[in-house]
């Protein structure tokens, strides 16, 4: 069943670089696993809406 995960969190990265290897990695496993999103950045605080199978986004 296709299910909706929104979390948010905080977290300080010291780099640019770090976010868009953060991202990179995200891409990757979440295409693999048939999952597909949205990632906001705003102050240090992300929140990232998620959608894909039940089982796999639990």
Known sequence: MLTTLIYRS???LTQE?????????????NAAR?????????DNVYLQILEGDECVLE
Do not use: F, P, S, Y
Request: without cysteine; negative net charge.
């Open 34 to 42: 048939g999952i597909t999103g949205i990632l906001l950045l705003k």
């Open 10 to 12: 905080q977290m300080h």
């Open 17 to 29: 670089t770090d976010l868009i290897l953060l991202v990179e990695k995200a891409n990757a496993e």
